[in-house]
């Protein structure tokens, strides 16, 4: 019922840029707060940066300075801008949103399929 779909995953080399996309579909009431994590290999997946329904910003500091959040409402998207990739930013990058399904229910999360980001030297 309810969908994240993701897109712009890919290979690209140190320093070079990659524009990831999150689109939510379905049955959906609102979005609070729409979010990318990432998970790399042996780590725990960590927050890389959310941002809510108002606009306020929120990012890890490894990418703080290097990586842009913004979204959507009008289709509901969250975009994220990668610039000066390193190859510590190689990890599976899953989008994330709060969801109310309807104004009576309570919020949910729900999770995106996850896409690969590769960080060549």
Known sequence: QVQLVESGG???????????SCAASGS????????WYRQAPGKQRELV???TSGGLTNY??????RFTISRDNAPRTVYLQMNSLKPEDTAVYYCNADILRTVWSSPAGYWGQG?????SS
């Open 10 to 20: 890919g290979l690209v080399q140190t320093g070079g840029s990659l524009r990831l």
């Open 28 to 35: 959906i009431f609102s979005i609070r707060t729409m979010g």
């Open 49 to 51: 940066a959310d941002i």
């Open 60 to 65: 890890a500091d490894s990418v703080k300075g």
């Open 115 to 119: 896409t690969q980001v590769t960080v």
